[in-house]
């Protein structure tokens, strides 16, 4: 997630009902040198503000904070030398630690579970879209069979591994295996992680953040593979060129494609707000 610092005049500028999960790591400051933040609340699932709490310092001026921010993302790119967009003022007084400005593995793991079922739904009206816009005839034997693999991997890729993710994550709260278990199904990286960590707790707290991590990319990584090829497969089907196709079949179709669109966006997100996680797995003093 790219951290943006914003500047407001007050505290009340910001419009909670408006955010989204990407606006999660935005940093807002205020004309007093206030640091807000927002956070995601699983309890009455809503978002909320946060009062960050700054560290003082003579000598931080904004692109050192940027450096930071970038240097914990790993970001690729540097930071903008002119471009003064949602840039606040440099605030010499204040430095913002890592801790800070840094990464809620809780956080994530909450808002990408929750997505979890909307995406599973999403998936079937994709599939029930695409059936009733009728933009593939049965006749047509060649796309039909074409189109109902495709399908089978969006529900062996999509709606079972979103299944089986939360049961995952159901397993590792309540009643989780040995650590010797998860242990065996790490690889190198994270075998010699774990070996580092010399508590039984520290060690299970890492197995289950792997464990997360791991699942969702790889169920992100498919899921979007599987709808890449179903966007692919409709490309060059348009129910304008078809006959028999009504006024409800070509809308059919249409919500079906805007709901994959969407649907890639997100997981393209998701995707990289687990990069982060990548990083965060990689120090042993997170755990």
């Known amino acids: 997630m790219k951290t943006r610092f914003i500047k407001i005049n007050d505290v009340s500028e910001i419009e909670t009902s408006k955010a989204t999960v990407y606006d999660l790591n935005n940093r807002y ?9 927002l956070r995601y609340n699983k309890d009455n699932k809503k978002i909320e503000i946060i009062k960050i709490i700054r560290t003082p310092a003579k000598t931080a001026p904004y692109y050192h904070q940027k450096l930071v921010l970038q240097k914990r993302l ?13 840039r606040p003022e440099p605030m010499e007084d204040q430095l913002i630690r890592e801790e800070e400005i840094g990464f809620n593995p809780d956080t994530l793991v909450t808002t990408i579970l929750d997505q979890l079922k909307t995406h599973r739904d999403r998936l079937s009206g994709i599939v029930m879209n695409i059936r009733n816009s009728k933009i593939v005839p049965e006749s047509d ?25 939360i049961d995952n994550h159901r397993e590792l709260v309540n009643y989780p295996r040995s650590l010797s278990y998860y242990q065996a199904k790490l690889d190198i990286a994270g ?59 070509k809308q059919n179709y249409q919500d079906a494609v805007l709901s994959i669109t969407n649907t890639l966006r997100e997981i393209g997100g998701v995707l990289r707000d687990l990069k982060v996680m990548d990083v965060f797995l990689q120090n042993p003093d997170n755990f």
């Open 141 to 165: 034997r060649m796309d039909y069979t074409t189109m109902n693999q495709l399908f089978k991997n969006i529900d062996i890729d999509g709606v079972r591994r979103i299944d089986k993710v």
């Open 191 to 249: 075998r010699n992680m774990f070996d580092a960590l010399d508590s039984d707790a520290r060690k299970m707290k890492f197995i289950y953040y792997h464990e997360m991590y791991s699942s969702l990319k790889n169920l992100y990584r498919a899921m979007g593979k599987s709808l890449q090829d179903i966007d692919f497969f409709l490309s060059d089907k348009k129910p304008e060129n078809k006959k028999n196709i009504g006024y409800i079949e």
């Open 74 to 86: 790993k970001a690729s790119e540097p930071a903008p030398e002119t471009d003064d967009t949602d």
């Open 29 to 37: 400051i205020d004309g007093k040198g206030n640091m807000y933040g």
